[in-house]
Structure formats: C-alpha cells, structure tokens
C-alpha cells in the first residue's frame, strides 16, 4: 500500500456557510484592494479614490461569489479537495464576467483583466484558507485522535478473563500476574493518545499482551522477539505496535490447529526506526475474520496525524507469511 | 449413579479446565461425568461417537471446522448428544442461536448458568434429528465443507469438493467420489439450495458438481426427434443421464455443452 499521503483536516473546502470564513475571506480581498491602491498611487489623497474606484470592479463579484458559494456550500464541501477549488475558481472568474456586464462601464479595466484578477484573488484567497486551516487544525487533530483511539477486541477481553478463571485455582500467582498484565493494557487503551510514548513503554505493553496470547494459546503461539537494536528512548504515538501484534496472533495463529510463529523486529537505521510482524497467512480464512484493514488504516491515520509524510505503513504477503512494515522517524525525547 | 455424561470441545485447555471446575462444583445439583475432550472439529469428529455422551459443549470459535457446521455433522449420529454452545463474543451467533432456539452460553460461563443449561437438557424432550438439523441449517452462514455419514459408532466425513455426482434413491442420496461411495439422509432438494453454486442439476433425481463435467455426449439409444444426452465427469466412466426437461436449462448454463 502506498505510504500516507493524505492530511485529512486540510483537504478539506472551507466551508462557505461558516461566519469566520466569510470574514476572513472580505477582508482578505479588501486589504490585497488596498496594497494594490496603495502599489499604484504614490499621493496618499489619490490612494482612497483609487482604492474606492476598484472596489466597484471587485466588491459586486466578491459579494456576488459569497452568496453563491453560501448556496453551493453542502456540495462543494462533499467534493474532493482539487476539484472543489477549481469548481469555486471557474464560479468566481464567471461571477466577475457576469457584474462586469453589469458595472462595466463604471470602472476602466477590460474585462480580460477583471476575469483575471478575479481568478487569480480567488486562488490566493483559497491557498490562503487552506494555510490558515493547517496551521489551526491542531484541535481537529486531538479530535481526531481521540475518536481513534484503539480498542480492544471483546474476543480477547472475554477469552483472556476466562482463562484467568481457569487458572485462578490452580495457579493463584499466574492468574494475579495475567490480571496485573491486563490491567496494565487496559490503562495503555484508555489513555488519550495525544502524546508520544517511549518505545520501551511500547515494547513492554506488548511483552504483557503476548504474554497474556501465551497463557491462552498454550503452544500454538509461539513468539519470537528481535529487538536488540531497538532505540528504546524513540517516540512514537502509543497502541501502533500492540495492535499489529493483536492482528498477527487473531488473524495468523487463532484460525491454526498448529503452531503459529509470530515475529516482532524492531530496530534503528539512521534516522528511521523500522518495526516489522510478522505472522502465518491463512488465504482460505482471511474473508472470515474481518477487521484487519480498519486496524492498519487506523494506525495508518494515527501515526500521519503526528508524523505527516514521514511515516510509513506497508503491508504484505509473501509466500505463506504476513508482514506488516512500520517506518517512523528516530527522535528520542528531546 | 445417573451421571450426565458431558463431552467439552475448546481449544484453550484453560477454557475446558474451568467448564470441569465449574461441573465439580455444581455437583450438588447435578451429577455430571466429563466423558472426553477436544481442542478442535476434526478431533470431536474422531472422538465424540464412541463417548457416549449425552451433552456437548461446544466452543463456536474453535480453528478447523466452524462450530455450527460440526454441530450439524455431530446431529447425524444415533444416539446424537445435545448441544450447548459455548461463546466469548460473538453477536451474529447469538442472535442465530436466540433465532433458532438452540442453547448457548457466554464466557466466561458462570456455575448457575452451566447448572440452569444442562438441566434444561435433562428435562426437555430431544428434538427429532431432523428437527435439529434444520435450526441448524438456518443458523449457518455459509455452506457446509463436509458431508457426514454417520455410522454406528464413528462420523465419516466427505469432503464436498470431492463429490462427483449425488444420486437420490428412496428416502437417501448417494454420493459419489472418486474413492468410492457413501449414503447420507439428505433431502436433495436442500443439497440443491445450499450447494447452487457447486452442484447442478441434470435429472430430478440427480445433482452434478460442476466442476467435474468434462462434457456431454449423445446417449446410444438416441432416436432421431430429440435426443438423449448424457454427462460425463471426470474420472468417471458411468456416463449419466441428462433428462429431457433439464438439458435446455443445463445447456444455458454451461457454455461447455456441445450439439
């Protein structure tokens, strides 16, 4: 699959209907109307009547255009991004022709020009909105985080307290440590997910839920840890790695009678840290567990939503084995 | 002592080690033996028959055969033990168990509800085999990849993919492969609706696997009006009959059939 491209907050239309837009985007117009009035007339009293002089060229298309893409908002905001922008651009240039039919003769400009200007204000004002949106979309961002915030299958919950149950006659002391481990997991669930982890913490987290795989699968798991040169003060956002482990054991060791290799390899190269699991495939049962692409796209989004282009996720099948490729860069705690 | 001879089926040995705990301790209330176990389908197939037990429990989630298929080859035995089905989480099977009336229980189970659900066992009257094979059928969600034939004391299985040909006679259906050939207690008919897709009908008393059709020839005994057609499958040197009425449906859909 191809590395993570998309930023979800930006690509997205300003919506047209949103009072802060419609603001944002008169005084824009007006304030380039008046570094262009100031531009050209070198007398301060001359400035004004220039600047009201183009105004009767602009302000007609530019409310004319606020109004339409009032109207047009719903569907221009269901567009994709490129296609929208070109769609509001055409609109505003066409706008312009129009009031220039109208008001042509108050102002002296051609209508060559005007169309022109219009375009090219609207493609600055665009380019403008989008900037703005990036730089404040912070806030959309944790949002978005929190909502995907990684949960945990209720096929584990349940399996892992019922073998908790199984053992807790037995083996009093194991079933206090599994308890203990899935504990320790469920406060790594319910954490916000805004801030980065250490890798340690990370690597720790699925030790525990390996272990508590282990305890349930007996020997049809059988795990197999690469981790020397791991860089344990790396950060990375928290539950990208458990996740992956989760879906290696669910989807390539469960559906098995014998024994499953699961194998996580984490190391540094550089600048990069790279993660890699890997585990048995099972073409015939991969249409009945459903659910691993939703966990890799989640993952996917989370670790974009920090890293931006940075960040790699690939996922493969070679031969009779599954492997999932993590690539963040290396930056320890600074 | 009248025991309640119980079969567990989990792959977690720690799953099926709890279920004995709990029988141990609702002993007051129920005597119960644990007459054998499995941690998968094909090992319930091999070791359920010759248990005699009277209840299996049995894990939905098991790896190899899914749970509602193997309860559906297990029913084909005589004296077939009664089955409640075990689940950690699984909300399409609940709801085809709560629609189908047939028993089940969510882990981790606890010792009244295991006590509560064998006892129901005990006190309800056992549905015919058919009667149960037919919840069964509608709580399934795919098509089988076995067929069973139960005999006295073991489940033989036949792998789908292998069946050449199923031919009704009287109340049961033969089936065909290429090692040989077993009898099984199926409607036709049902065969016909849950395998469309593999199996073809060629004689209203006749499926066909499609994919075993090498082609079609003219039957010997062809007169000149219309003839007669029959199929011949891979493998196989029996030639069989294609009836009048479903050669121009079998002709519309297999683009390999010749004039």
Redesign the interface.
Known sequence: MPSIRQNPQADALPDFRNLGVTARVLIVVNLLAAAAALLAERDWAKTLAVFVGNAALFEPPLVASLIVLYAAAPRLVRMPYWLGSALVIVLVVALAAGTHALFGEFVAASLLRALVLAGVTAAVVLTYLRLHMKAHSPALAEARLQALQARIR??F???S???V???I??DPRRAEQTLEDLSDLFRALMSDGRSLVRLAEEIALIERYAAIEQ????E?LRMSWELDNAPMDAMLPPLVLQPLVENAIYHGV????GIGDVLVRIERRGDRVLAAIENPWHAAGAGGRAGNHMALDNIRERLMLFFDDEARLESRVEGARYRVEIEIPYRSRA | MNELRIFIAD????????LK?LLADIRGELASAVVGEA??GLEVIDRLPGSGAQVLLLDI?M??MGGIELARHVCTLENAPAIIFVT???RHAVEAFELNALDYL????RAERLASALKKVLAAVPAAGRERIEQLERAATGAREFFSVAERNRIVLVPVGEVLFLKAELKYVTLRTKAGEHLIEEPLVAIEREFAERFVRVHRNCLVARAAIRGFERAADSGEEEPHWNVVLEGLAERLPVSRRQWPALKSVLPEAKE
């Open positions: 209720p096929h919950l349940f399996n307290l019922n073998a149950l199984g053992l006659r037995r305890l349930r699968l007996g049809r469960e559906p098995g009678t | 792959d977690e040995p720690l799953a099926r080690g709890r705990e941690a998968g989630q790896p190899g950690a989480h699984d969510m882990k981790p189970v």
